[in-house]
């Protein structure tokens, strides 16, 4: 089963920049389609960006559109969420999340995705 493990969140100042890695233990990611989801306290889970396993097209919220960019390295079996411009709204845990279907197109849902990281907090405040 693949198992994903997301890390570098952390507290960051307005218009600071993060980047958010999704690691997998075993399998290369190159085929698997992953999403960034988040969720802020009181609010429902959002889908942030995808990348697809078919094409590497990509896919992203239009809050976020100009400022986070979405990747992969599959020598490092990781897919990284660069977010820059960071905002207080952006203040949430964020998730990846992989489709089991390889090959698959970004879906924007989260009930479409399989597996799931434990989250990591990023928090954006002066």
């Known amino acids: 089963q693949l198992q994903l493990v997301e890390s570098g969140g952390g507290l960051v100042q307005p218009g600071g920049s993060l980047r958010l890695s999704c690691a997998a233990s075993?399998?290369?990611?190159?085929?698997?389609?992953i999403g960034w989801f988040r969720q802020a306290p009181g609010k429902e889970r959002e889908g942030v960006s995808c990348i697809s396993g078919s094409d590497d097209s990509t896919y992203y919220t239009d809050s976020v559109k100009g400022r986070f960019a979405i990747s992969r390295d599959n020598a490092k079996r990781t897919v990284y969420l660069q977010m820059n411009s960071l905002k207080p709204e952006d203040t949430a845990v964020y998730y990846c999340a992989a489709d089991r279907v390889l090959f698959s197109r970004c879906k924007v849902s989260g009930h479409e995705y399989d597996y799931w990281g434990q989250g990591t907090q990023v928090t954006v405040s002066s």
């Open positions: 075993r399998f290369s990611l190159d085929r698997y389609t």
